[in-house]
């Protein structure tokens, strides 16, 4: 079963975001309190445990929000799952919306470690239908079809 390892915020675009206790996602806009909610395609980003533990594997003292994601999973292979998959993701329901990203300017883990997994291996969600999201949650998969 995949679950939420951890939900994070940042107040400001391009910091490392910070663990809470729990989250609201809310409908069209996002993860409140964070930088990157709003009315775009790319309002949530998760990455899974296992990606972190990639880069710790290359000797980076990393962990959850440490990659500016909102959401860190384990027990899913999120940048396998097609655009327009949707997830149940606690009470709220996502929609993928992006695989991946490209960085234009090299983040500082990068510079650390030569590699960053976030532009390969995190993906981006719209909020379909909001809730409260927080540790332990599970995710799962309610619908895998790709759209064009």
């Not at 899913?76 to 993701?89: D, K, N, Q």
């Not at 390969?120 to 998969?141: K, Q, Y």
Request: aromatic content about 4%; hydrophobic content about 40%; some cysteine.
């Amino acid at each position: 079963m995949a679950t939420v390892v951890a939900v994070c915020v940042s107040e400001r675009k391009g910091e490392r975001k910070k663990p809470v206790a729990q989250g609201v996602l809310r409908g069209g806009h996002g993860l409140e309190g964070d930088a990157h909610a709003g009315s775009w395609h790319r309002q949530v980003s998760l990455l899974a445990q296992e990606s972190i533990e990639k880069m710790r594997e290359a000797g980076l003292d990393v962990g959850p929000g440490d990659f500016a994601e909102n959401l860190t999973t384990e027990g899913i292979e999120l940048f396998t799952l097609p655009v327009g998959t949707r997830l149940r993701v606690g009470e709220a329901l996502l929609e993928v919306t992006q695989i991946g990203k490209v960085c234009h300017d090299r983040c500082a883990i990068y510079y650390q470690a030569g590699d960053c997994v976030m532009p390969r291996e995190g993906i981006f969600v719209r909020v379909l239908e909001g809730g409260t999201v927080r540790p332990g949650a599970t995710v799962s998969v309610e619908s895998r079809e790709a759209t064009a």
